[in-house]
Antibody, heavy 116, light 112 residues
Framework: EVQVVESGGDLVQPGGSLRLSCAAS????????MNWVRQPPGKGLEWVAN????????YYVDSVKGRFTISRDNAKNSVYLQMNSLRAEDSALYYC?????????WGQGTLVTVSS | DVVMTQSPLSLPVTLGQPASISCRSS???????????LDWFQQRPGQSPRRLIY???NRDSGVPDRFSGSGSGSDFTLKISRVEAEDVGVYYC?????????FGPGTKLEIK
């Protein structure tokens, strides 16, 4: 059974930091590009960042460049998103998603709220 | 960034009837090697998204064959041959030929 489980979301003040974690199982993690996609409440999807299979390539949406860092640990089948200098507009449900040719795997999301 | 537009944004459909969603990009999605990186996602109410179609026309594992994707250049279409109740939700296209990946605004499909 495929499982993708995000954790680490919380209420944080503007300027604060959070580290999101995503633990995957049930598929060949090392073949998947891993992505973070966010969705503000009641709004659409926004791709945030991704990382290739061996972690050598990382890409970000412009609005988070320099503030967010994606990483993965293939030994633990896990991917992470370090979020610094958080802003109100970063508030959203953050999904971890693995994409391969022929399948995609999504978690249930972890909620990040940036507010004073 | 590549801007993705979808139409219609709201799509009421009678059960058993076909449905079609258009997705257009602000620039061509043909990559340097000729591949087009355009996917379609479905998000049912209260659920996480799931990918239906990758690279324009390839169905993901487990996706019913009533879903099909087509298109070229900057003009793409998702078709549902016969809408079922479980198809209610929001449909998004997303391009990843150009960085950053960008999603369309979503099309909300509902049953009439």
């Amino acid at each position: 059974e495929v499982q993708v489980v995000e954790s680490g979301g919380d209420l944080v003040q503007p300027g604060g930091s959070l580290r999101l974690s995503c633990a995957a199982s049930g598929f060949t993690f090392t073949t998947a590009w891993m992505n973070w996609v966010r969705q503000p409440p009641g709004k659409g999807l926004e791709w945030v960042a991704n990382i290739n299979q061996d972690g050598s390539a990382k890409y970000y949406v412009d609005s988070v460049k320099g503030r967010f860092t994606i990483s993965r640990d293939n030994a633990k089948n896990s991917v992470y998103l370090q979020m610094n200098s958080l802003r109100a507009e970063d508030s959203a449900l953050y999904y971890c998603a693995g994409w391969t040719s022929g399948s995609s795997y999504w978690g249930q999301g972890t909620l990040v709220t940036v507010s004073s | 960034d590549v801007v993705m537009t979808q139409s219609p944004l709201s799509l009421p459909v009678t059960l058993g009837q076909p449905a079609s969603i258009s997705c257009r990009s602000s620039q061509s999605l043909v990559g340097v090697n000729g591949n087009i990186f355009l996917d379609w996602f479905q998000q049912r109410p209260g659920q996480s998204p799931r990918r239906l179609i990758y690279m324009v026309s390839n169905r993901d594992s487990g996706v019913p064959d009533r879903f099909s994707g087509s298109g070229s250049g900057s003009d793409f279409t998702l078709k549902i041959s016969r809408v079922e109740a479980e198809d209610v939700g929001v449909y998004y296209c997303m391009q990843y030929t150009h960085r950053p990946h960008t999603f369309g605004p979503g099309t909300k499909l509902e049953i009439k």
